[in-house]
């Protein structure tokens, strides 16, 4: 089945204790992008990958790193995380080019106490 | 990206179809008009998008009017699990633009009731 995967599902963590949330993506994707969504201000974009070895920021990239050493695998690494790091990211993938739609995983409810 | 307007919630009977409107009047030529909906706990899930034409898919139908400045998605026969907030967005096709973000509004809200 074409999905994006996204791990852990849930994960409360402590105040400058690094951690990683996975994402993978099984449709052979060039594109990803990482998302927060916060109430009342929707899904902003923290990073994106155009292709392996290619990033860049979105809108709200402070405080976040990315990696794309493969194809599939696109992780989002919070080196010291802090409470306003307290949300639910979403990692999205879409073939290159355009007009097609995104892919996105099921999320992961972080928080950071 | 051109903003988008759509009513904040809607309530639908099962079995019925469900029409959801979206007034995208500021649209210009090379935009699409993509949808999305979030069902509770998951991920944003794609549903269609058109630029021009009416589109139709398994899951929905797309109808843009001809001067493109408004769309309705219609889900033809709603079913309980089609519960969820749909997501009208309208943006260059061109991945590369803008770091091939989408820009999601508040949607609609839509109950579909047994």
């Known amino acids: 089945e074409a999905q994006v995967t996204q791990n852990p599902r849930y994960l409360i963590t402590v105040t400058g204790k690094k951690l990683t949330v996975t994402c993978s993506q099984n449709?052979?994707?060039?594109?990803m992008s990482w998302y927060r969504q916060d109430p009342g201000l929707g899904l902003r974009q923290i990073y994106y990958s155009m292709n392996v070895e290619v990033t860049d920021k979105g809108d709200v990239p402070e405080g976040y790193k990315v990696s794309r050493k493969e194809k599939r695998n696109f992780p989002l690494i919070l080196e010291s995380p802090s409470p306003n790091q307290t949300s639910l990211y979403f990692c999205?993938?879409?073939?290159?080019?355009?007009?097609?739609?995104?892919?996105f995983g099921s999320g992961t409810r972080l928080t950071v106490v | 990206d051109a903003k988008t307007t759509q009513p904040t919630s809607m309530d639908c009977a099962e079995g019925r179809a469900a029409n959801l409107p979206c007034n995208h009047s500021?649209?210009?030529?090379?935009?699409?008009v993509y949808w999305y909906r979030r069902i509770h706990s998951q991920g944003p899930q794609y549903i269609i998008h058109g630029l021009k034409n009416n589109e139709t898919n398994e899951m929905a139908s797309l109808i843009i009017t001809e001067d493109r400045k408004s769309s309705t998605l219609i889900l033809p026969h709603a079913t309980l699990r089609d519960t969820a907030v749909y997501y009208c967005?309208?943006?260059?096709?061109?991945?590369?633009?803008?770091?091939?973000?989408?820009?999601f509004g508040q949607g609609t809200e839509l109950s579909v009731k047994p």
């Open positions: 500021t649209i210009s030529g090379n935009e699409y």
């Open positions: 999205a993938s879409s073939e290159k080019g355009y007009v097609y739609g995104y892919t």
């Open positions: 967005i309208v943006r260059n096709a061109l991945i590369y633009n803008q770091g091939g973000k989408l820009i």
């Open positions: 449709m052979n994707h060039e594109y």
